[in-house]
Nanobody, 124 residues
Framework: QVHLVESGGGTAQSGGSLRLSCVAS????????MGWFRQTPGKDREGVAF???????DYADSVKGRFTISQDSTKNILYLQMDSLKPEDTAIYSC??????????????????WGQGTQVTVSS
């Protein structure tokens, strides 16, 4: 059974940094798509950072150059380093996963399981 647990959220000032962690069980990073998503009230979930089974990364334009996704496959932990935070980054952040697909490795519909989320609040 797949289980994802996020931690590391909190409050930061504009321009500050936070690092989120997601402990994963029941999956293997080398066979799964992994990503960080965020959601604010009244809006759809937004994907912000992705890493595929071959460790290729991709980012939403809104966070490119500020956020970095990484993973420790020996511990099954996914990370999101968030720097130069902005008030508009305020959201509940969740990690998500799904099995790799073919021919496109990690299409948007591949993600099937999410954690409970952790709140990130950025004050101006």
């Amino acid at each position: 059974q797949v289980h994802l647990v996020e931690s590391g959220g909190g409050t930061a000032q504009s321009g500050g940094s936070l690092r989120l962690s997601c402990v994963a069980s029941g999956i293997t990073f080398s066979r799964n798509c992994m990503g960080w998503f965020r959601q604010t009230p009244g809006k759809d979930r937004e994907g912000v950072a992705f890493i595929d089974p071959d460790t290729n990364t991709d980012y939403a334009d809104s966070v490119k150059g500020r956020f970095t996704i990484s993973q420790d496959s020996t511990k099954n932990i996914l990370y999101l380093q968030m720097d130069s935070l902005k008030p508009e980054d305020t959201a509940i952040y969740s990690c998500g996963t799904g099995p790799r697909r073919y021919p496109v490795t990690c299409p948007s519909w591949a993600y099937m399981t999410w954690g409970q989320g952790t709140q990130v609040t950025v004050s101006s």
